[in-house]
């Protein structure tokens, strides 16, 4: 009856009761339930940091789209002021051609004003010796010479 097989029962049970009578099953099961608990509490925090990683996230989304939209209010306001720019240097550019082309239609009618001058001045001088070798070879004497002179001179004021 005492063979090893009932030695080692009766070691079992023994130290199943000292476990029992020590309270290591309580000790054991408080271990347990503490170890749950803080199992429960890592989740729980590991729930919240991802729920205030989501928020997070959301909020840099949403500041992303913010500054795409920004970014492309800017570059709308680049286009409008190029093209404002663009209308102005045309409107400028346009008026400057105009001043430089009024500049070159006065010059011109001073250049022809001053080359009608200078002409007809030269016409007058040619005129006044022609009808002075003319009249010098047809009228001689005193009333021939005071023909030319006064004559010379009509022509004179006549051509100036």
Same mark, same amino acid.
């Given at each position: 009856m005492?063979n !090893?097989?009932?030695?080692?029962a009766?070691?079992?049970?023994?130290l199943v009761? +000292?476990f029992?009578? &020590?309270?290591?099953?309580k000790?054991l099961?408080?271990?347990l339930?503490?170890?749950?608990?803080?199992i429960? %509490?890592? &989740?729980a925090e590991?729930e919240?940091?991802?729920a205030?990683?989501?928020?997070v996230?959301?909020s840099?989304?949403?500041?992303?789209q913010?500054?795409?939209a920004e970014?492309?209010?800017?570059?709308a306001?680049a286009? %409008?002021e !190029?093209?404002?720019?663009a209308k102005? %240097?045309a409107v400028?550019?346009?008026?400057?051609?105009?001043?430089r082309?009024?500049q !070159?239609?006065?010059k011109?009618? =001073?250049?022809?004003a001053?080359a009608?001058?200078?002409?007809?001045a030269?016409?007058a001088?040619a =005129?006044t010796? !022609?009808?002075?070798?003319?009249l010098?070879?047809?009228a001689k004497?005193?009333?021939g010479e005071q023909?030319?002179?006064s004559s010379?001179?009509?022509?004179?004021? +006549?051509?100036?």
């Amino acid at each position: 009856m005492l063979n !090893a097989e009932s030695f080692v029962a009766f070691g079992f049970l023994l130290l199943v009761g +000292l476990f029992a009578y &020590l309270g290591v099953h309580k000790k054991l099961g408080a271990a347990l339930d503490g170890r749950a608990e803080r199992i429960k %509490a890592e &989740l729980a925090e590991a729930e919240r940091l991802r729920a205030e990683a989501e928020a997070v996230l959301a909020s840099f989304g949403k500041k992303l789209q913010e500054a795409e939209a920004e970014a492309a209010a800017v570059i709308a306001q680049a286009h %409008a002021e !190029a093209d404002r720019l663009a209308k102005e %240097a045309a409107v400028r550019l346009s008026e400057f051609v105009e001043r430089r082309t009024k500049q !070159a239609q006065e010059k011109i009618a =001073a250049a022809e004003a001053q080359a009608t001058s200078d002409v007809r001045a030269a016409a007058a001088d040619a =005129a006044t010796k !022609a009808a002075g070798l003319v009249l010098r070879e047809e009228a001689k004497g005193p009333f021939g010479e005071q023909l030319i002179s006064s004559s010379i001179g009509d022509l004179k004021s +006549l051509f100036h």
